[in-house]
């Protein structure tokens, strides 16, 4: 498939496994570009297959997973840190 295909494979992927909208799905993809995710998949045919498609979808959406986790805890320590200490 081209490169194209795969990236509209992937954002369908991610669309269908963890029903997310069209637009958050097309944020995901387009944010990994930005971070030259796919560049490697650009360079070599043989990784744009629906099979890869599946574990780049996986990928992407675990990472900002973890991401979304991590800026949860910050945010509570930065409250923590606010508050008054008991008495």
């Given at each position: 498939?081209?490169?194209?295909?795969?990236?509209?494979?992937?954002?369908?992927l991610?669309?269908?496994?963890?029903?997310?909208?069209?637009?958050?799905?097309?944020?995901?993809?387009?944010?990994?570009q930005?971070?030259?995710?796919?560049?490697?998949?650009?360079?070599?045919?043989?990784?744009?297959t629906?099979?890869?498609?599946?574990?780049?979808?996986?990928?992407?959406?675990?990472?900002?997973?973890?991401?979304?986790?991590?800026q949860?805890?910050?945010?509570?320590?930065?409250?923590?840190?606010?508050?008054?200490?008991?008495?």
């Amino acid at each position: 498939m081209t490169y194209e295909e795969f990236l509209d494979e992937v954002t369908t992927l991610l669309h269908e496994i963890y029903d997310l909208d069209d637009a958050a799905a097309i944020k995901l993809v387009v944010d990994a570009q930005d971070a030259e995710y796919f560049v490697a998949h650009d360079d070599n045919e043989e990784m744009r297959t629906p099979e890869q498609a599946r574990k780049d979808a996986v990928a992407l959406h675990e990472a900002k997973q973890n991401k979304v986790q991590t800026q949860k805890k910050q945010q509570q320590r930065v409250q923590q840190k606010k508050r008054p200490p008991r008495a």
